[in-house]
């Protein structure tokens, strides 16, 4: 059976109060560390050292992992 749908008042009236709860501010929304934009250089970092793998020796590349690992974790 087919599920009616609703006219525009009705739609926002059922929808506006998990938009006003979406608006709200997350903890990661919180950049004042600017833990953004070093979780995104952490994952470059990291592509990279996967892209450059098999020209590295093992524990360079073990190294690389842990220094990123200690970015993040900081």
Known sequence: ????????????????????????????????????WTVRDVIEELEYLVDMKATMAPEEFVDGVREQDRRLLK
């Open 1 to 36: 059976m087919l599920e009616q749908l609703l006219d525009f008042p009705q739609y926002v009236e059922r929808t506006e109060p998990t938009r006003q709860r979406l608006l709200h501010p997350i903890a990661f929304d919180d950049d004042r560390d600017d833990l953004e």
